[in-house]
């Protein structure tokens, strides 16, 4: 077992029962406060760690890491110096918080510039995202859109069932947690008239995903094994594919999504590292009807039970659950993806986000979209103050949050918000 994971640990750092962040979680993120630059950052419970400053007064020294990683803008050069070191910082950082451990929990010179209060950092965008690719890889979500669109007997497309969907996504507009998103504009069907409308968007929805984070290059050229795919993640984070349904529906054929999508994403800011997950795989769904090629093959527990949830809050109003489901619900692993993403020999780079695809599951409650919880708008969603919810409202706040909890351990990743701004 990785020594930071163990469940037995306890900090010296109060950390409440249902905290995302145990000790056990030291997931890496960028802040900056009025006094610093952006650097380097991780939290356990509510206590922000400065990871610069732990670096700056020789806490890492043993590790031999250059200290300037700390001190960057983003988590790109920190992913690159590969698993081996960041396994060892997360595990020397987990070490240092130990309860019984008095070297900086005594020394109050030092936790004056380490330890910092929420309420004077402000989280950034944790990583430069090179290039972001979207999947489609919840089967109860393909089967439903493919329901409503489609063909009930046929919902999902022939290719579906043998190799993970998925589109070149836009990395620019990838914005971390708290970032207003504005309502886009563009064309939609021809009405009667046969002419396109344009206009703001009217069926503004979210999609609740997780997305993962690239931590190792490849070569152009180079395929990488579902065996070995899980070098090349470091972490994950929450992520909300925003998607304007008209825009979508009226531009994707025949080469799929665009402007529908571009506007914005949303993640999280603090990256769960992969290890910090470990307590939570589980085993994936038989996929021998029909078989899959032998490069999407993989062995162990690959996927993660991970409870995901989405609410709504209204301007002025309280946040209100629409969705709960579970990042299990993924026909198509992360190893399978990588593998898949790389059989061409596309190569990979530092800091390439992926994302899961709207992760619905099973029952009405848990479909990870507004288009599914609504039916096409069919079924308006009834909140709390009186008013209905086809999709997303002006002024209105999506908030997602998701979290391991097993044997006592809760692994969690915080939230990701985003408030809708009207068009200009
Ligand atoms: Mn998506």
């Known amino acids: ?34 006094r610093t630059q952006p650097r380097v950052a991780t939290i356990i419970g509510d206590t922000i760690i400065d990871l610069a400053a732990l670096a700056e007064l020789g806490y890492f020294d043993d590790l031999q890491i250059d200290n300037s990683v700390f001190y960057l803008p983003y988590l790109n050069e920190f992913m690159a110096l590969g698993k081996a070191t960041t396994r060892a910082v997360r595990d020397r950082i987990s070490h240092i918080f130990q309860h019984d451990n008095a070297e900086l929990r005594d020394n109050e010179e030092h936790k004056s510039q380490v330890l910092v209060n929420p309420i004077y950092a402000q989280n950034l965008m944790p990583v430069e995202v090179r290039d972001y690719t979207d999947f489609y890889s919840s089967r109860e979500h393909a089967t439903n859109v493919g329901t409503m669109f489609r063909d009930p007997n046929n919902a999902l497309l022939p290719n579906w069932l043998h190799l993970p969907v998925g589109y070149h996504g836009r990395a620019s507009s990838i914005v971390v947690s708290g970032t207003p998103v504005r309502r886009p504009k563009g064309q939609k069907k021809p009405g009667d008239d046969g002419k396109p409308g344009f206009g703001p968007s009217r069926l503004l929805d979210f999609e609740l995903e997780m997305g993962f984070v690239v931590g190792q290059s490849t070569q152009l050229g180079q395929s990488v094994s579902t065996a070995e795919a899980e070098d090349y993640i470091f972490g994950l984070v929450l992520f909300n594919d925003w998607s304007a349904r008209d825009i979508q529906a009226w531009e994707y054929v025949p080469l799929g999504p665009f402007l529908g999508k571009s506007f914005a994403s949303s993640i999280s800011p603090w990256v769960v590292t992969l290890d910090a997950l470990d307590h939570f795989r589980i085993s994936g769904p038989e996929q021998n009807d029909p078989p899959i090629l032998p490069y999407l093959e993989y062995e162990g527990k690959k996927r993660f039970d991970i409870n995901l949830e989405a609410l709504i809050q209204p301007e002025g109003g309280k946040p209100h659950t629409v969705c709960k ?66 999709f997303i409202n002006d002024g209105d706040t999506v908030i997602m949050r998701g979290f391991g909890e097993k044997d006592g351990l809760r692994i969690g990743f915080g939230e990701v918000t985003g408030k809708v701004l009207p068009a200009t």
Not at 12 to 34: E, L, R, Y
Not at 347 to 356: E, F, P, T, W
């Open 325 to 390: 489901s579970n990042f299990k619900y993924m026909y198509w692993n992360m190893t399978q993806q990588l593998a898949h993403h790389t059989i061409n020999g596309c190569n990979l780079n530092v800091g390439d986000m992926c994302a899961s695809g709207t992760i619905s599951g099973e029952t009405p409650d848990s479909y990870g979209s507004m288009l599914e919880l609504s039916w096409r708008g069919s079924k308006p969603l009834a909140m709390p103050d009186g008013s209905e919810r086809k």
């Open 1 to 34: 077992m990785i020594a930071a994971n163990n469940p037995a640990l306890k900090s010296w750092i109060k950390v409440a029962a249902d905290s995302d962040f145990p000790i056990q979680n030291i997931p890496f993120g960028i802040i900056k406060t009025g």
